[in-house]
């Protein structure tokens, strides 16, 4: 028990050591798209780079999620997993492209401030998108987190020097932020490629795409494919209604605050990447609930530690580093913080539940954030503008974030202060933690 435990601390170490280097990527990536392209241009580039990330959600049918709970179970050879996961992410992925042309055409009137060859354009990147996604779970899967989170670098990483690349020294502007968008997945793919073949002798023959297997993966992930869609509309939907009730250029503005906002996100995802395969391979429950519990207190405390930080600090970094036509962007953040922070837990306890093979639970919960932050953005915006979306999307997280805490308490039998509260045990870690820091 204590070597599992090493494990999972190690791999969530080394996990959030390499995704520290995204995050300090990503925000170089944000403060170079609001600084070089302004906030009505990056305003258009949310809403076009929205389609795709839209497509993707909608048409992966949970695959990428099931992936990660059969391969993590050794329920499918890697061979099989990986060939099987390109043969329909090269499927899908052109199917998505053909909805994506048909939806641009039908919200043609409705968004005719958006460049049509700029939306076409961002579809190209379909295909990798769906490689990037169903190959990496693989990696996830196997727990293999080293080239799960070089995977996610890299493809952070290409993005920004291409950014660098197309809008300041070739000057393209929004076109070339698009181009980079579409040609990081690219990138990616080709390394994810090298991988395959270099560590795991990967040969791409259709005789191990397996029927089988993808019955499989719909049957797991169509429930986790519901629920992760409507998540994604619960995080995105105020994207979509300011661009529709108002302009690109409060589209700009809320979406850089969202976009640092999320930054502290990165501890919650880093540790629950790492906790879904875990979790989903123990079959102890106690020791199920243990590592939970433990990674969830020490989450809130950290995550809210954090946002507090940040609330007194984001006027000088809005100030610094994206200049004054983003000061209304801080005022958001301020806003959207005491959300997010709750949001990065929540995701622990969705994980958790998705491990235990209860994805529907995430399900049911989904569509009523889905239904309640529909109403809250179609209310608020139309008078209040991208400080409604704010409002909203706060109300709604937090909303969520209790119900999902009831939930798991249900399912796990846990007492709330188990996974919400830090105690002495956790306080003796942190002291003998600093004691090493400080000996050494």
Known sequence: MNEQRYSFLKNSFITLTRQFFSVVIGVLLVVFLA???GPEARGQYALITFLPLLLITFLNFGFNVATIFYVSKKEVSIQTAIVTNIFVALFLGIISIVVGYIVIHLFDTQYEYLNKYYLYCGLLSLPFMFLFMFLQTVFQGLQNFKTFNSVLLVQQLA???LVVLFTIFFRLKLFGAILA???GYVVTVIFIFFVVYRVYRITLRFSDFSFPYVKKLFHYGIKAYISNALTFLNYRLDIFLLGYFVNPLAVGIYDVAVSVGERISIFSQSISSVLFPKISSVQSEEQRNKITSTVSRNLLFFIASLSLILYFLCDIIFNVFFGEQYVESARLLKILLPGLALLSVEKVLSNDLAGRG????????????VCLNACLNVYMIPYYGAMGAAISSTITYATSFM???????KYTRQSYVSFLVIGKEDMNIYRNLLRKVISR
């Open 35 to 37: 600084r070089f392209l």
């Open 159 to 161: 993005t920004l020097l």
């Open 181 to 183: 968008f579409s040609l």
């Open 358 to 369: 209860k994805p529907e639970v995430n399900m049911y919960v989904a569509f009523f954030n």
């Open 403 to 409: 119900v999902k805490v009831v939930l798991y308490r």
